[in-house]
């Protein structure tokens, strides 16, 4: 695409809880300068963090009609009957997980809505590039792209909230009201903890996160070894990655995630699971770890690895409780497990989650995308020319 103008557009978000962007009003300005042979239009949005205006001053054209865009990106899941044939979009489509799913009767709605947007992708001939499979030259290493830090950051300040709430009954105002993480860093760590154990999973940008958050807490990190073995008379926490912690039984893949939570006050699960990988613990497992008393669920795969996460929730109304002896849904209290399961936690900050996000597409994907390709959008590319890409051929089933 070098030497030819090329008009990117930043679309309007289906859902009514996103109001992230892929580029700052700053960044497009910053874009503008650096690729001269650009045009941007943004669609309109009140939801947006963002104001149109703001876009407008940056050098952007504020337009609803998206048709004579080259390349559009966006966040979430696209509405379908917005897309536009034979566009390139760029977005989270979520579709990396959907193998469990081919074959079954499928009653999830939003797996419902992944396999009509596939199909609307392939009839309109729809380039797809999907953030999520961005990554290094292995293709299953590094990814580029994420709002994992800020999901890590929020989804423990929301769980470390619940703790208190449930304690103390004295609340800290949600991230969302105070929107600005410089803010509530201060807020945090002028609060105490008392002597809780927290787990953590995970080793990416989810967990360094929660990581981030706990210490802003003045909740100590300790070993995994110690955290077993020793006693404290302080808040403290340990991380394990729950693809190091599995462990060959009878020749089949176990978990050894749940030797950690029977001394465990507070379990934060921030690991990357796929279905491949075994549970973390099944549901008759819970009543033996006495001390649980609330799980915060950064990763939120329904029906996944943590079995107490039946649904996702909100930001307007984050967190439920279950029994757990029926695994059902019980009203949020002392009894049972609280768990915090929103599925879209960067949203709760999300000038800071937008900024960050986008200063990477800047330097990690729009060279690529408009220059020469180094290999990384063509890794990333799930459909092209009316079907999918062979290393995604298996979405053919999905849809069928």
């Known amino acids: 695409m070098k030497n030819k103008k090329i008009t990117l557009s930043i679309i309007r978000e289906a859902r009514i809880d996103e109001n992230r962007a892929p580029f700052s009003p700053t960044q497009i300005s910053n874009i503008l300068d650096k690729f001269p042979n650009l045009k941007i239009t943004v669609q309109p949005s009140k939801r947006r963090c963002f104001k149109d205006k703001d876009y407008q001053k940056a050098g952007a054209q504020i337009t609803d009609d998206l048709s004579s865009a080259d390349i559009i990106f966006g966040v979430k899941e696209v509405e379908i009957s917005t897309l536009i044939k034979n ?3 760029l977005f989270f489509s979520h579709t990396s997980k959907v193998r469990q799913y081919i074959g079954q009767v499928i009653n999830d709605k939003a797996i419902i809505y992944k396999k009509e947007l596939l199909k609307e992708v392939i009839k309109k001939n729809i380039t797809l590039i999907d953030y999520e499979n961005l990554r290094n030259v292995s293709g299953e290493g590094y990814r580029y792209l994420g709002f994992g830090r800020f999901a890590g950051i929020i989804g423990a300040y929301n769980t470390l ?3 208190l709430k449930l304690s103390t009954e004295q609340t800290l105002p949600r991230a969302f009201e105070i929107n600005n ?7 945090i760590s002028k609060q105490n903890f008392n002597k809780i154990k927290i787990l953590l999973t995970g080793s990416g940008r989810a967990s ?3 990581m981030e958050m706990l210490k802003h807490a003045n909740i100590k990190q300790v070993t995994l070894n110690d955290y077993l073995k020793k006693k404290y008379d302080e808040a403290i926490f ?6 190091k912690h599995i462990e060959k039984k009878d020749g089949k893949d176990i978990s050894k995630v749940k030797n950690y939570l029977f001394d465990t006050d507070i379990f934060i699960a921030c690991h990357y699971w796929d279905p491949k990988f075994p549970i973390l613990f099944s549901p008759k497992q819970i009543n033996e770890f006495k001390n649980l008393k609330i799980i915060g669920d950064v990763t939120c795969d329904i029906n996944g690895s943590v079995p107490t996460t039946i649904k996702s929730t909100s930001i307007a109304d984050p967190y439920y409780s279950i ?3 029926s695994m059902k849904e019980i009203k949020l209290g002392n009894k049972g497990i609280a768990v915090m399961a929103v599925d879209n936690l960067p949203s709760e900050l999300p000038q800071d989650a937008s900024e960050e996000f986008g200063s990477s597409v800047i ?3 729009l060279p690529y995308l408009i220059d020469k390709d180094d290999g990384r959008i063509n890794r990333a590319t799930t459909a092209s ?3 999918f890409c062979s290393k995604f051929f298996y979405l053919n089933d999905f849809i069928n």
Do not use: M, P
């Not at 993480?181 to 807020?187: F, P, S, W």
């Not at 340990?238 to 693809?243: D, M």
């Open 87 to 89: 566009k390139t979009y």
């Open 161 to 163: 909230n619940l703790y």
């Open 181 to 187: 993480y410089e803010q509530i860093k201060k807020i």
């Open 208 to 210: 360094r996160g929660a």
């Open 238 to 243: 340990c991380n394990i990655s729950a693809k």
């Open 323 to 325: 029994d757990t002896e």
């Open 363 to 365: 330097s990690e994907i």
């Open 385 to 387: 020319n009316g079907k």
